[in-house]
């Protein structure tokens, strides 16, 4: 009578190591396919709002390169689905708007920054509806060359100093030429209009009596100026203005703004 042989049994650590492998490559596809909705679905949205500010540049008779508009936060998809976004970034290059007097003022940069922004899922997913940031702050930068434009008398040096704007030109009193310096007060107008005005004015080298000083200070009116901001995109407004190295650093701000809609 023969031997008869038991039938072979497969480990099951082979199977269980299969089983693992298997999980973790579907695993790995779902998750590359999360990533790829996830940057399709931002992609989306990014280029929505990038087109709506375009729209209000150009009805505000502004110009700026395409808004490059990011949404802060991974991942994108969990925002979309409480249908809130912590930060959007909405950078204008080479930003300019007319500032009156067939003046133009550029900003290298308009830096925009809305934040609480709510936007229902159905608005992501159709393009109907409002977006909408909670506040928006916007800064921009007006150098020094284009503010000397502004005062136009010849010979005006701006600089900051100690976060303060300051002034200094050449004078002619009493025969002799004499640099005369000043600090500027600057206040922000309604209708996006800074006022810079100069005070505690300086003149080395001449008599203190009121001849000189009436000279200096009348010179010195004619170095007052009022800077009228363009109109920014997102319904933001002027809020305050300092005194950087580069130029005047413009900060404006708004509240409850649509960033999809094109009006003003």
């Not at 031997?3 to 779902?30: D, K, M």
């Not at 709002?49 to 700026?64: C, F, L």
């Not at 500027?184 to 005005?197: E, F, L, Y």
Request: aromatic share 4%; net charge positive.
């Amino acid at each position: 009578m023969g031997e008869v042989y038991g039938e072979q049994v497969r480990p099951r650590r082979r199977w269980g190591r299969r089983l693992l492998i298997t999980f973790i490559v579907l695993l790995l596809l779902v998750l590359g396919a999360a990533f790829v909705a996830d940057r399709v679905g931002r992609s989306y949205a990014e280029r929505m709002i990038s087109d709506k500010v375009a729209e209000q540049v150009t009805n505000q008779k502004a110009t700026s390169e395409k808004p490059a508009v990011t949404i802060e936060g991974f991942p994108f998809i969990t925002q979309v689905a409480r249908g809130r976004y912590d930060e959007i970034k909405i950078e204008l290059a080479n930003f300019s708007g007319p500032a009156g007097n067939n003046r133009t003022i550029k900003m290298k940069l308009l830096d925009v920054r809305a934040k609480d922004v709510v936007a229902p899922l159905e608005t992501i997913r159709s393009g109907t509806g409002d977006i909408v940031a909670g506040t928006v702050t916007g800064v921009g930068l007006v150098d020094y060359a284009q503010l000397v434009t502004l005062v136009g008398q010849p010979g005006v040096k701006l600089a900051a100093k100690d976060g303060k704007l300051t002034g200094s030109a050449p004078v002619q009193v009493l025969g002799q030429t004499v640099n005369v310096t000043g600090t500027a007060q600057i206040t922000v107008k309604s209708g996006n209009v800074v006022q810079v005005r100069f005070s505690n004015v300086s003149a080395e080298g001449l008599p203190d009596n009121p001849i000189v000083k009436g000279l200096i200070n009348s010179y010195v009116n004619k170095l007052a100026f009022d800077l009228r901001v363009p109109a920014l995109p997102l319904k933001l407004t002027v809020q305050n203005v300092e005194a950087t190295d580069e130029g005047l650093r413009v900060t404006a701000g708004a509240a409850d703004v649509s960033l999809n809609s094109s009006g003003l």
